[in-house]
C-alpha cells in the first residue's frame, strides 16, 4: 500500500516519541535502505541507482508538495522506522481540480519500532478537500485503510489473464518459478546458471509446437472486414489524446501534458517488464477511438497498464489489441480489471481472472465516493502503482 497525509501530524505529537513529517531530500538514502531490507530481505547499502529513482519518483513530480507527497516517522534519535512512499497525481471531480496523492509502498521496521507504522496510518485520515488512491494494497493495508474510512473498488482488485499459446504460458510459469528458486538460493555457479537458463529455453523451445498444434485445433475468429486496426502511436499523440479518452468519467486522472509526460518517462524506466509501448486503435474512417499501452516482451508476457476508449468502443478496442499482442509473438497478456472493459473481456477465449492486489479511494467528499459506488472513477495503470520499479525491480 502507501502513503501519506497531513503535515499536521508532526506538530500532533511529542518529539521526544518520535514525529511524522514530510519526506527530505537528505532522508532519500535511509528511505532506499528500509525498502531493501523491508522487501528486499537484504542489508546491502543501497546503490546510486536506486536512490536517484526515489528521489525522482517522490520529489520531482510536477505536482510536488510537502502535503501530497511521503511522509516519514523519525524517531527521537533521528532514524527512519517507517515511511508511507506517495506519488502526488492531480485529479479532476465534477470540473474541481484536486490534488491526489498515489499511495504506494507502506514500510516499517517492526523489530525496532511499531508506534511509528500506526502514527502513519493515523495520518491517512483524509480531511475536508483531500482525495488519496491506491492500486497496489496488501491484505494488512486492506484493513488500515477501512479502518479510517476507505472505499473499496472490488473490481479493480482483480487482474485478468489472456492467454494466446497456452502452452508457452505454462513454461513460461515453470521457467520463472525455476529462476527464483536460484535467486532464493542464495549464489550459484555460472555453469548452474547456464543450466538453468537452457532449461528456461529449452521449455519455450518445445512449447512453440505444442501451441501451434492447439492453434490448429481451436482456430480463433476471423478478422472482419473494416475492423479496428492498430497502429503506431507517438508520446505527444497519447498526451494529446489520453485526457479526450477518460474525459467521460466524473472522476479521473488531470493529465495535463507536463505531469503525464513525466509519468510515461519514469514507465519507460521499467524495462524489467519489457519494452514500454503505446498503440491507438482506429476505425475505418481512422479516427482514434482508443489507445492502449503496455510492456512489449514477444514470447513472454505483455503486461497491459491503460485500455483507453471512447465510450461503447471497449469491446471493438479489447479485441484490436489482444489481436495485436497475438500477432506479435507474446504468450499471453495481463492487465487491471475496470467496470467499463467487462463486456469486452468477457468475450475472450482463454481468459480468467484472479485476485491482484486491493484498490481504495479515500476522501471525504460525498460525490467522489457516489462515483465510486456507480464506477464513474478512473484510476489505474499510468494512474496508478503498477508502472513502478519498486513493485519489480532492485533486486
Same mark, same amino acid.
Given at each position: 500500500m502507501s502513503q501519506l497525509e497531513p503535515q499536521a501530524f508532526a506538530a500532533a505529537r511529542p518529539l521526544h516519541k518520535g514525529a511524522v513529517r514530510p519526506m527530505r531530500p537528505a532522508d532519500i538514502a535511509a528511505v532506499a535502505q528500509l525498502f531493501l531490507k523491508i522487501f528486499r530481505k537484504t542489508d546491502k547499502p543501497p546503490d546510486a541507482d536506486l536512490q536517484d529513482y526515489l528521489r525522482t519518483l517522490l520529489l520531482a513530480s510536477p505536482s510536488y508538495t510537502?502535503?501530497?507527497? #511521503?511522509?516519514?516517522?523519525?524517531?527521537?534519535?533521528?532514524?527512519?522506522?517507517?515511511?508511507?512512499? @506517495?506519488? &502526488?497525481?492531480?485529479?479532476?471531480? *465534477?470540473?474541481?481540480?484536486? &490534488?491526489?496523492?498515489?499511495?504506494?509502498?507502506?514500510?516499517?521496521?517492526?523489530?525496532?519500532?511499531?508506534?511509528? +507504522? +500506526?502514527?502513519?496510518?493515523?495520518?491517512?485520515?483524509?480531511?475536508?478537500?483531500?482525495? %488519496?488512491?491506491?492500486?497496489? @494494497?496488501? &491484505?494488512?493495508?486492506?484493513?488500515?485503510l477501512l479502518a479510517i474510512g476507505g472505499k473499496p473498488i472490488p473490481l479493480q482488485n482483480l487482474e485478468w489473464a489472456r492467454s494466446f499459446r497456452p502452452v508457452g504460458v505454462l513454461a513460461a510459469r515453470f521457467g520463472e518459478r525455476l529462476l527464483r528458486g536460484k535467486a532464493s538460493g542464495g549464489k550459484a555457479s555460472g555453469s548452474k546458471g547456464k543450466i538453468l537458463g537452457g532449461m528456461v529455453s529449452g521449455l519455450s523451445a518445445l512449447a512453440r509446437p505444442l501451441d501451434g498444434v492447439l492453434r490448429r485445433l481451436l482456430p480463433g475468429e476471423a478478422e472482419?472486414?473494416?475492423? %479496428?486496426?492498430?497502429?503506431?502511436?507517438?508520446?505527444?499523440?497519447?498526451?494529446?489524446? @489520453?485526457?479526450?479518452?477518460?474525459?467521460? *468519467? @466524473?472522476?479521473? &486522472?488531470?493529465? #495535463?501534458?507536463e505531469e503525464l509526460s513525466w509519468v510515461v518517462s519514469l514507465a519507460a524506466q521499467n524495462t524489467r517488464l519489457g519494452a514500454f509501448t503505446i498503440r491507438s486503435v482506429i476505425d475505418r474512417t481512422d479516427a482514434i477511438i482508443g489507445c492502449f499501452v503496455y510492456y512489449a516482451a514477444p514470447g513472454r508476457t505483455a503486461h497491459v497498464l491503460n485500455v483507453l476508449s471512447l465510450p461503447g468502443q471497449e469491446p471493438t478496442v479489447l479485441n484490436a489489441m489482444f489481436r495485436h499482442l497475438d500477432d506479435t509473438g507474446h504468450v499471453e497478456a495481463r492487465g487491471r480489471a475496470q467496470s467499463a472493459l467487462m463486456v469486452g473481456l468477457s468475450l475472450q477465449r482463454w481468459l480468467v481472472f484472479r485476485h491482484r492486489a486491493f484498490t481504495f479511494a479515500l476522501t471525504k467528499l460525498p460525490e467522489i465516493n457516489d462515483a465510486v459506488m456507480r464506477g464513474d472513477i478512473y484510476i489505474g495503470g499510468l494512474a496508478g502503482e503498477d508502472w513502478s520499479r519498486l513493485l519489480s525491480d532492485f533486486d
Open positions: 510537502e502535503a501530497t507527497g #511521503t511522509q516519514v516517522y523519525e524517531q527521537q534519535d533521528g532514524f527512519i522506522r517507517s515511511a508511507l512512499l @506517495a506519488v &502526488p497525481m492531480r485529479f479532476t471531480a *465534477y470540473g474541481d481540480i484536486l &490534488p491526489g496523492r498515489l499511495l504506494g509502498v507502506f514500510m516499517t521496521d517492526g523489530q525496532k519500532e511499531a508506534a511509528g +507504522a +500506526a502514527q502513519l496510518v493515523l495520518a491517512l485520515r483524509p480531511r475536508r478537500t483531500d482525495f %488519496a488512491f491506491c492500486d497496489s @494494497a496488501s &491484505p494488512t493495508s486492506c484493513n488500515h472482419q472486414a473494416g475492423a %479496428a486496426r492498430v497502429v503506431e502511436m507517438p508520446i505527444p499523440s497519447f498526451l494529446m489524446q @489520453a485526457p479526450r479518452l477518460v474525459a467521460h *468519467y @466524473a472522476v479521473r &486522472p488531470l493529465w #495535463t501534458e
